[in-house]
Structure formats: C-alpha cells, structure tokens
C-alpha cells in the first residue's frame, strides 16, 4: 500500500501551483504590511489640522492607500516578498531531499537477503 506522505515531493504541475501559491501569499504578506506602514503616514500628511475629516473621505483614502500598498507590493514592494518566497523554497527544497533520503535509505534496507 502506498501512503501519501507530507513530505512527499510535488509533482512538477503541483510544484508550479505551490510556487505561485506561495509567491502570491508573500506578496499579499507584503501589501498588508505596506499598507500597515503607509497608512499612518498617509494619515499624517493628508489632513489639515483644524479640519474635521468625514467618514466617507476616510473609507476613501483607505481604499486608495490598500491599492496603492497591493501595487508596490506586486511590483517587487521593499523586497520581503522575495524574501519570503526564497525562504520558503529552500526550505521546500530540503523537506524534499530529506524525504527523498528517507525513501533511498528504506529501500536499501528491504533489500532481500
């Protein structure tokens, strides 16, 4: 009987979709966290002291500042969505070799006598 194993290395088209699946999640990562650091910043520059801001104007400008994080972002943002995804694949990479050493030493040990 052949169980799946979670170390079980991905097929290569399975491999492709946990790629871009990864490098989509840094990416969104990312936008979430610019958009944690610009929107403050966007808060202190775009309002007038004195001024009331209203509800409105403020779900406005959040929407605007997510937008604008989410395009950084998916343009290369400050680099910590590669740095995510080089992180991920390596150690993607040596779940897979030791898996795969696992397996070759097994095989070696059920070798009939």
Known sequence: MNAASPLTAHPPAAASEHSRKIAKAAHDFEAVLLNSL???LEKTFSS?????TDVAS???QSLGM???ASSLAARGGVGIAGMIVKSLSKRDNAVAAAHEKSLARGASLARPF
């Open 38 to 40: 610009l929107g403050p």
């Open 48 to 52: 007038l002291p004195g001024k009331e």
């Open 58 to 60: 403020d779900n406005y």
């Open 66 to 68: 997510q937008a604008l």
